[in-house]
Nanobody
Framework: QVQLVESGGGSVQAGASLRLSCAVA????????MAWFRQVAGKEREFVAV????????QYADSVRGRFTISRDNAKNTAYLQMSSLRSEDTAVYYC????????????????????WGQGTQVTVSA
């Protein structure tokens, strides 16, 4: 059974940092691209960042580029999202996702490309 379990969310002040973790079990981690999405109640889930399985290439949404860093540790089967200079507009539930065949970099924000999802972790940033 595949499991993706996020942790590290919380409530912080604007300007603070948080690191989210996504522990993965039940699949061959190194063969999957790992991504983070976020969702605000009443809005669509949006792409945040991805670390591709091939060469570890990383892509970011414009809204977080330069502030967030995605990484992965294949030895620990874990993906991370380091978030810095947090803003109130970063408040959302953050989800990690795994994609087996995400070779088209133009489709990284397509939710249908991701076969497995975590349950989400809440991040709240107060001004």
């Amino acid at each position: 059974q595949v499991q993706l379990v996020e942790s590290g969310g919380g409530s912080v002040q604007a300007g603070a940092s948080l690191r989210l973790s996504c522990a993965v079990a039940g699949l061959t981690f190194s063969t999957y691209s790992m991504a983070w999405f976020r969702q605000v109640a009443g809005k669509e889930r949006e792409f945040v960042a991805v670390a591709h399985r091939v060469d570890g290439v990383r892509q970011y949404a414009d809204s977080v580029r330069g502030r967030f860093t995605i990484s992965r540790d294949n030895a620990k089967n874990t993906a991370y999202l380091q978030m810095s200079s947090l803003r109130s507009e970063d408040t959302a539930v953050y989800y990690c996702a795994a994609a087996k065949d995400l070779d088209d970099i133009r489709r990284v924000d397509d939710l249908d490309m991701y076969e497995h999802w975590g349950q989400g972790t809440q991040v709240t940033v107060s001004a």
